[in-house]
C-alpha cells in the first residue's frame, strides 16, 4: 500500500502541493469567481423580481386610469347633456322673446292703422259736413232765396247729421 | 511470457513518483522534501480544469448560455445546501465549501478518466489520506475556529445536548466528545477509503480480464467476459461514488459548521 509504505518520504509534498493548490483554488475560484458568478445569479433574480413588480405596477396604473377615464367621461358626458340642455333652453327662450317682439310689432302697427283709418273717417266725415254744408247753404239759397250764413248752415247740419 | 510478468499490481496505481524537484527541493531549512510528483501534477490539473470550468461560467449574461447555466447550478446547490443547514448565516462558507466540493469532484472524475488509453497515467490524489486528511483538517479547523470566536468557551455546551438530564452529563459528555473528535477522522478516512477501494476493484477486476484472456479463450468467456461486463458497471458506480463522496465530505463540512455556527 503506497499511501503508507511511500509516507515518510511523500507526506511533506503531498501537504505542500495540496495547501499551494487548493490554496489557489480557494483564493481564486472561491473567492474571486464563485461571488460573480452569484451575483450574476443574485442581479437576474432581483431582475426579474422586479421586472415582475414593474408590470404589476404598470397594469395596477392602467387600471387605475381606466377608472379615472371613465369617471371623467361620465362626467364629460352629463356636462355635455346639461349644455346641452342649457342651449335648448337659452333657444326656446330667445324664440319667445323674439315672437313676442314680432307680436308687439304688428300689434302696434294694427292700431296706427286703426287710429289712421279712424283719421281718414272723421277726415272724410268733416268733408262730408263741408260738402253737405254747402249743399244745404245752397239748397236754401235756391229753394228760399235766402242767404244763410256759413256757421248757421254748418250748425243746422251737424244737428241733422247728429239726428242722423 | 512467464505469468509474473503480466500480473496486475492493483497498488501500482497509487505509487507517488517525483517529477522533478525531488533532489534539492526542501521547505525552508526544515528537511523537508517538496518534490513535484505525479499527485501534485494532478492537483495542478484539477485546478486548472477547475478553474477553466468555472470560467466558463463567467460570462455574466442576464440569459445565461448552458456552461454559465451549468456553473450557476454548482454555485447554486452549494448555495442552497449552506442555506439548508446552516441558514442565512452559512452563506459565507459558499467559497470555501464550493472549493472544497468542486476540488474533490474533479479530482475524483478527472482520477477515473480513460486516459490510459493514450499512455497517460490518471492519478487519484483523494485515494492518499495524506491529501483527505488535510482537506478534513482544514475542515474541522474551521469548525473549532468559527465555533470559539463566535460561542467561546459556551462552545464546550455542544457536549452536552438539549435536555439532557445532569446526571446524565458526566457520560453524555465525554461519549459527545470522542464523537465530535473522531470527526475529521472519519471526514478523511471515508473520502479515501471509497476512492481507493472503487481503484482497487477495478484493478483487480482488469486484471482478471487480462489473465483470464491470457489462459485461454476458455477461461476469457468464462472470466474475462463477465469480469468485463462486471468492470462496465462498476465504472458507472464509480462515476457516481466520485460525485457521492465529494457531495458527502461537503455536506458534513457544512453540518459541522452548522455546529459551531448555531451550537444545537
Excluded at chain 2, 476540488?103 to 497517460?120: D, E, K, R, T
Excluded at chain 2, 473549532?144 to 462552545?155: A, E, Q, R, T
Excluded at chain 2, 464509480?238 to 460525485?243: D, F, K, N, P, S
Aim: glycine share 8%; aromatic share 10%; proline share 4%.
Amino acid at each position: 500500500m503506497p499511501q503508507i509504505a511511500q509516507l515518510a518520504e511523500t507526506w511533506s509534498s503531498q501537504v505542500f502541493w495540496l495547501l499551494i493548490f487548493f490554496g489557489l483554488t480557494f483564493f481564486v475560484i472561491g473567492r474571486g469567481m464563485v461571488p460573480k458568478v452569484m451575483e450574476t445569479v443574485a442581479h437576474r433574480d432581483s431582475q426579474i423580481a422586479g421586472d415582475l413588480a414593474a408590470a404589476k405596477a404598470a397594469r395596477d396604473a392602467a387600471d387605475a386610469q381606466e377608472d379615472a377615464w371613465r369617471v371623467r367621461e361620465n362626467e364629460n358626458r352629463a356636462s355635455a347633456q346639461a349644455i346641452v340642455a342649457k342651449a335648448k333652453d337659452e333657444a326656446a327662450a330667445k324664440s319667445e322673446k323674439k315672437l313676442k317682439a314680432a307680436q308687439a310689432r304688428i300689434d302696434s302697427k294694427l292700431d296706427e292703422a286703426e287710429t289712421r283709418i279712424a283719421e281718414a273717417r272723421t277726415a272724410a266725415l268733416a268733408e262730408v259736413e263741408s260738402v253737405a254744408v254747402e249743399a244745404a247753404q245752397d239748397i236754401v239759397s235756391r229753394l228760399a232765396g235766402v242767404k244763410v250764413t256759413k256757421p248757421a248752415a254748418t250748425k243746422a247740419v251737424k244737428e241733422a247729421m247728429n239726428h242722423g | 511470457m512467464s505469468a509474473e510478468q503480466a500480473k496486475v499490481d492493483p497498488m501500482h496505481q497509487f505509487t507517488i513518483e517525483p517529477l522533478f524537484g525531488s533532489e534539492g527541493w526542501e521547505l525552508g531549512g526544515t528537511g523537508l522534501n517538496i518534490a513535484f510528483t505525479n499527485s501534485a501534477l494532478w492537483m495542478l490539473i484539477t485546478t486548472v480544469v477547475l478553474f477553466l470550468f468555472v470560467l466558463g461560467g463567467m460570462k455574466r449574461e442576464l440569459v445565461p448560455g448552458r456552461w454559465q447555466m451549468m456553473v450557476e447550478t454548482f454555485t447554486g446547490f452549494i448555495d442552497d445546501m449552506l442555506e439548508a443547514n446552516v441558514g442565512k448565516a452559512g452563506r459565507k462558507y459558499v467559497p470555501y465549501i464550493f472549493s472544497l466540493f468542486m476540488f474533490i469532484l474533479f479530482a475524483n472524475l478527472l482520477g477515473l478518466m480513460p486516459l490510459g488509453v493514450v499512455g497517460l497515467h490518471p492519478f487519484t490524489f483523494t485515494s492518499h489520506f495524506t491529501v483527505t486528511g488535510v482537506l478534513a483538517i482544514m475542515s474541522f479547523s474551521i469548525v473549532l475556529l468559527v465555533g470559539f470566536w463566535k460561542h467561546g468557551l459556551h462552545f464546550f455546551s455542544l457536549f452536552v445536548p438539549h435536555g439532557t438530564p445532569w446526571p446524565m452529563v458526566p457520560v453524555i459528555a465525554p461519549i459527545e466528545f470522542i464523537s465530535f473528535m473522531v470527526r475529521p477522522f472519519s471526514l478523511g478516512l471515508r473520502l479515501f477509503v471509497a476512492m481507493m477501494a472503487g481503484h482497487v476493484l477495478l484493478e483487480v477486476l482488469s486484471s482478471f480480464v487480462i489473465d483470464g484472456w491470457g489462459a485461454g479463450v476458455g477461461f476469457g468467456f468464462l472470466v474475462g467476459l463477465p469480469s468485463f461486463i462486471l468492470m462496465i458497471g462498476i465504472c458507472a458506480l464509480e462515476l457516481l461514488v466520485a460525485g457521492i463522496q465529494a457531495y458527502v465530505f461537503a455536506l458534513l463540512t457544512s453540518l459541522y459548521i452548522n455546529d459551531a455556527e448555531n451550537l444545537h
